[in-house]
C-alpha cells in the first residue's frame, strides 16, 4: 500500500471528522445513512467523492459508476453506505433546482 504524504494524511484526519460530525447530525436527524457507517473505514475515493459533491462537480454518471463496481463487487461497508448517503444527497439538490427552475418559471408568466 502506498505511503500517504503527512498533508494527505492530515486532510484525511480533516476528512473523517467532517464525517464523524456529519454522521452525528444525521443520527441527530433519525436519518438512518450512518448507522452502519465508520467514518475511519472510509479512505481517500469517499474523500474525493465528498469533495466533489460539496463543489458541485460530481455528476451522475461517476456516482453510477460507482455504484456499479460497488454491487458487482458486492461491497456493503461504509463507503457503500457513504455512496448512498451522497447519492440521496445528489438527487435532492437536483430536485431542488427543478424547483427553483419551475418557481422561477411561474413567475415569468
Do not use: W
Not at 436519518?31 to 462537480?57: I, M, Q
Not at 454491487?71 to 448517503?85: C, T
Amino acid at each position: 500500500m502506498e505511503q500517504l504524504s503527512i498533508h494527505n494524511q492530515d486532510s484525511l484526519n480533516d476528512f473523517y471528522n467532517q464525517i464523524a460530525t456529519l454522521k452525528k447530525q444525521e443520527e441527530e436527524r433519525g436519518t438512518a445513512y450512518f448507522d452502519e457507517l465508520n467514518p475511519s473505514d472510509l479512505g481517500e475515493d469517499d474523500k474525493n467523492l465528498y469533495d466533489k459533491f460539496l463543489n458541485d462537480s460530481l455528476t451522475i454518471e461517476e456516482l453510477k459508476d460507482r455504484y456499479n463496481r460497488m454491487m458487482k463487487a458486492n461491497v456493503k461497508n461504509s463507503s457503500g453506505y457513504f455512496l448512498a448517503y451522497i447519492s440521496n444527497m445528489v438527487q435532492a439538490k437536483q430536485l431542488q433546482v427543478r424547483k427553483n427552475m419551475q418557481k422561477n418559471k411561474d413567475l415569468l408568466h
